[in-house]
């Protein structure tokens, strides 16, 4: 129920796991001001899928990453298991938060610039296919 960054004093991390490009995800566990232990974790889309769904809830997951690729927005998983490694519950996906990362202002114009001092321009992205597609749209890049 609302509240500000002073409620989050209340919760206890005791452990966390940082994010790396081999797991591609975070992950804590906290103790909440009500003693229950969760585990909270957020990363690359499908592997929080992968992690917490399944079938036809996994289908409609991937689905609204695509979705959301094909419009240019990446997408974060959320998701959060009661207890911890030990003796807790699976993890439940809690939503997809939808981010956009546009190109710099300056990038179409740089782009057209480089090419017209006979540079051809390649892009390298480590986002989905999808979201490539669409920013090399919106760039004039094809």
């Given at each position: 129920?609302?509240?500000?960054?002073?409620?989050?004093?209340?919760?206890?991390?005791?452990?966390?796991?940082?994010?790396?490009?081999?797991?591609?995800?975070?992950?804590?566990?906290?103790?909440?001001?009500?003693?229950?232990?969760?585990?909270?974790?957020?990363?690359?889309?499908?592997?929080?899928?992968?992690?917490?769904?399944?079938?036809?809830?996994?289908?409609?997951?991937?689905?609204?990453?695509?979705?959301?690729?094909?419009?240019?927005?990446?997408?974060?998983?959320?998701?959060?298991?009661?207890?911890?490694?030990?003796?807790?519950?699976?993890?439940?996906?809690?939503?997809?938060?939808?981010?956009?990362?546009?190109?710099?202002?300056?990038?179409?114009?740089?782009?057209?610039?480089?090419?017209?001092?006979?540079?051809?321009?390649?892009?390298?992205?480590?986002?989905?296919?999808?979201?490539?597609?669409?920013?090399a749209s919106r760039l004039n890049m094809g």
């Amino acid at each position: 129920e609302g509240g500000g960054m002073e409620q989050l004093e209340d919760y206890k991390v005791t452990k966390f796991v940082p994010f790396n490009p081999v797991d591609k995800r975070t992950e804590a566990t906290v103790i909440a001001p009500d003693g229950k232990t969760y585990r909270m974790s957020k990363g690359a889309p499908g592997v929080m899928v992968e992690l917490c769904c399944q079938g036809s809830l996994k289908k409609e997951a991937e689905d609204k990453i695509i979705e959301n690729a094909q419009r240019g927005l990446r997408s974060l998983g959320i998701a959060i298991a009661e207890g911890d490694e030990s003796d807790g519950e699976e993890y439940k996906l809690i939503g997809m938060i939808s981010l956009l990362d546009p190109p710099r202002d300056d990038t179409e114009q740089t782009i057209v610039e480089a090419q017209e001092k006979g540079v051809e321009v390649k892009m390298i992205t480590g986002d989905q296919k999808a979201i490539a597609i669409e920013t090399a749209s919106r760039l004039n890049m094809g």
